[in-house]
């Protein structure tokens, strides 16, 4: 979908696309794609785009840490904090601040088997071999940025990793470089900030970062590009009420509603109260009760309510465009089924087949195919 977009986006901005044949008609900001949910699929869709050459402004995103230059920051702290600890250490090792390809890896393992990763590594350094200097080196490296971590501020840690290692203009040289410099310095703003917290520390913030791991929290990644610039614009459908841009592309049309609150064992809604199910301990069954039924089928609807509401705002922020951009793993047999209700049910479509749908594609899908 973001391949598709791209090439429309690239179509739309390029000379020669007015109908005049001369300049383009749009720019890039005159362009926003929006997503019911972006939550964890902003930031692929924006590196693709970004990938195309069309720079991209995300208000909405997620994997902050699990952005691979962040993780290597992450792994290298972990790697100060305790080296006994064989993945962290490896991972900084392989790293591009450790410059140790697979083939050093297996080498380092093989001086010395049956120990952790770290005894070997030691053990290798003591090679007189040029793995061995470079890993005395290494290990002189980490064991000057162990000292600076007892001695100076967390932010102040990060500040020399970067400057002697020049990994902020390493990542800026890669693919999506602005996106991956800004994380560098997004990591280095949230060290600041913990700076000022009394107790605060290496050790402290690894345990922050794992409790937001283990919790599942998303922290998303800094902006690399500001709103106000020429850029395309990647926000929710809930951020777009009360825009409106020259051209919209909605995408992502096929992400399945959340329907997981209508099968809990207690439901509540606000105008008919708590249902719970019926639990038979003696046969070790659970069941609807005829109140959970009834409260179930209330918030479906008012969920769909909700749903329609949201594709009414999506559908209507465009001033001169309007491009609908969705994919199905089953798109044929789903095809075959909204050209069949059409045939069936004629121009509108039945309360069934509002209330049957999964995505704003259902509804899409079976409103095209009547035409």
């Not at 930031?43 to 230059?69: D, H, K, N, Q």
């Not at 890669?174 to 997004?186: D, I, S, T």
């Not at 600041?192 to 919790?215: H, I, N, P, S, T």
């Not at 009420?241 to 809990?264: C, M, S, Y």
Request: aromatic fraction near 8%; include cysteine; charged fraction near 25%.
């Amino acid at each position: 979908e973001a391949a598709v977009a791209g090439a429309i986006i690239r179509a739309l901005t390029s000379a020669g696309m007015s109908e005049e044949g001369g300049a383009a008609r749009y720019d890039f900001r005159d362009i926003a794609i929006l997503m019911r949910s972006p939550k964890g699929r902003a930031a692929a869709f924006a590196g693709v785009l970004e990938g195309m050459g069309i720079p991209v402004y995300a208000r909405a995103g997620s994997g902050f840490f699990s952005a691979v230059e962040v993780e290597v920051v992450i792994n290298l702290l972990k790697t100060l904090d305790n080296p006994r600890q064989d993945i962290p250490l490896a991972a900084a090792l392989r790293s591009p601040v450790g410059g140790f390809d697979s083939r050093d890896l297996a080498e380092i393992r093989a001086a010395r088997r049956g120990c952790s990763f770290y005894d070997a590594v030691l053990a290798a350094a003591r090679q007189d071999s040029d793995l061995g200097r470079r890993l005395s080196a290494f290990l002189e490296r980490l064991d000057r940025w162990r000292t600076a971590a007892r001695r100076v501020g967390l932010s102040q840690l990060l500040w020399q990793i970067y400057h002697e290692t020049g990994y902020v203009d390493f990542v800026a040289a890669m693919p999506r470089g602005r996106q991956r410099e800004a994380n560098l310095w997004g990591l280095y703003r949230r060290a600041k900030q913990f700076d000022r917290f009394r107790f605060q520390g290496l050790v402290r913030f690894l345990a922050y970062v794992d409790g937001l791991e283990e919790a599942g929290e998303e922290i998303a990644p800094p902006p690399a590009l500001g709103e106000g610039e020429n850029v395309v614009q990647l926000i929710s459908v809930h951020q777009s009420k009360g825009l409106e841009f020259p051209v919209v592309i909605v995408a992502d049309l096929d992400r399945q509603w959340n329907t997981d609150e209508t099968r809990r064992s207690i439901i509540y809604h606000r105008d008919f109260g708590i249902a719970p199910a019926v639990v038979d301990r003696d046969a070790h069954l659970r069941y609807p009760s005829l109140a959970h039924l009834a409260v179930a089928a209330k918030s479906a609807q008012d969920a769909l309510a909700e749903e329609m509401r949201l594709l009414y705002v999506a559908l209507t922020r465009a001033k001169e465009r309007l491009i609908l951009v969705a994919s199905a793993r089953d798109l044929e047999r789903r095809c075959a089924r909204w050209s069949e209700s059409a045939f069936r049910t004629g121009w509108q479509l039945s309360p069934a087949e509002v209330l049957g749908a999964r995505s704003h594609l259902d509804w899409i899908g079976r409103a095209a195919a009547r035409h």
